[in-house]
């Protein structure tokens, strides 16, 4: 379906973008499942990591999920209209991706690790869809916050890129944006930790079966 007359799979120029809003939506104070704080400033040793891999709901079950993550968090990266809805992301016109804010323990895990579960948990070959969701915001896209993070990230998408096509599978199509100048915007308080309030609900995400070894950021 299309929303306000636009091309899902063609990113919006910036000037066509959808004004948005000054005003942030409400989120929940305290994660669903972890119990911990949505919103920061968090704890000094917690770093973060921001990653689009489809459908969000799914996404970030993932994170949540794994060892060493202190909170995780639905919302919208990567585009022009400040505080978007979740319409007005569907309408193709935010450019925005659904993304996953993860706040992770450094001590306990790391952004490798993190790497591992974002290239294993979806299919980053596939453009503007992911399965049967079909448009720029389901993209794939890791949003790097400092020279680390960027390095691990390139260096990864090289290393899994080799390993995808021995395994048969095309190009790698990820987009790897800074997050200077790039805000992340908290979704609706409905869409927080989704699979934990309806856990029969909708996953469209499936991986491609090729493994991502540990530390193959910096292989």
């Excluded at 390095?151 to 997050?179: D, K, N, P, R, W």
């Excluded at 927080?192 to 029969?200: F, H, I, M, S, V």
Aim: net charge negative.
């Amino acid at each position: 379906m299309r929303l306000f007359g636009s091309d899902k799979t063609t990113m919006v120029e910036p000037d066509a973008a959808l004004p948005g809003r000054t005003q942030p939506v409400a989120v929940p104070q305290a994660h669903e499942v972890l119990g911990t704080p949505l919103r920061g400033p968090f704890p000094q040793d917690v770093e973060q990591a921001i990653f689009g891999m489809g459908c969000f709901w799914g996404a970030e079950r993932i994170f949540w999920e794994a060892p060493g993550v202190y909170t995780t968090a639905v919302g919208y990266a990567g585009g022009v209209t400040p505080n978007p809805s979740y319409e007005e992301v569907c309408s193709g016109r935010t450019a925005h991706a659904e993304v996953v804010l993860v706040a992770f323990n450094g001590e306990r895990t790391s952004y490798s690790e993190l790497l591992k579960l974002f290239w294993e948990g979806h299919d980053p070959t596939q453009g503007m869809r992911q399965g049967n969701d079909v448009g720029t915001q389901y993209r794939s896209l890791i949003m790097w916050l400092d020279e680390p993070q960027r390095a691990a990230a390139q260096a990864s998408l090289q290393a899994y890129q080799q390993m995808l096509a021995a395994a048969g599978h095309g190009q790698i199509t990820t987009e790897l944006v800074t997050a200077e100048g790039h805000p992340f915007y908290y979704a609706e308080d409905y869409h927080q930790q989704y699979l934990a309030k309806n856990p029969g609900g909708y996953c469209g995400l499936g991986g491609t079966g090729v493994a991502c070894p540990v530390g193959l950021a910096s292989a």
